[in-house]
């Protein structure tokens, strides 16, 4: 691999951390997906189909706001896509991300946490969205340990 990018969007914290542990594993550079307008407790109740996640989730077509712009996204070759699964796919936000570069010829590997769900129908949905990016097969990472970490790193 050549310049590699971990680039994460975490809710709640979790996502973070093993984002920063599989950037420091492989030796990659972090950015955070940030949405414009921060999400609150209430706008992340799954359990009320008013609250923003749920009303984001369920229109396929959402685009949350970014906050903030990676500027150099052309130097990178690989580009580690993390976020929590929410509803089976990865959050409306992450489909901002990806549409927001040209990821031609670049490698893309997703990986997730969950608090128990897999990544479902994540590839399926964030394929078509960057057309000539070479995608590699993704994990679930919740509770990842270092050695885990590197097992991923080492498959790769």
Known sequence: MGKTLVAYFSAGGV??????????????DLFEIRPAVPY????LDW??????????M???GSRPEIAQRLEG??????VFVGFPI????????????LES???SGKTLIPFATS???GLGKTLEQLKPLCPGALWKEGRMLTGASEQDIKNFLAAL
Do not use: H, Q
């Open 15 to 28: 996502t973070r951390a093993v984002a920063e542990r599989l950037a420091a594993a492989a030796g990659a």
């Open 40 to 43: 609150t407790a209430a706008d």
């Open 47 to 56: 359990t009320n189909k008013n609250s923003r996640s749920s009303v984001e």
């Open 58 to 60: 369920s229109n396929p």
């Open 73 to 78: 996204m052309d130097d990178y070759d690989t």
């Open 86 to 97: 929410w509803w089976y796919v990865a959050p409306s936000i992450v489909c901002t991300f």
């Open 101 to 103: 570069y040209d990821f």
């Open 115 to 117: 608090g128990g769900s």
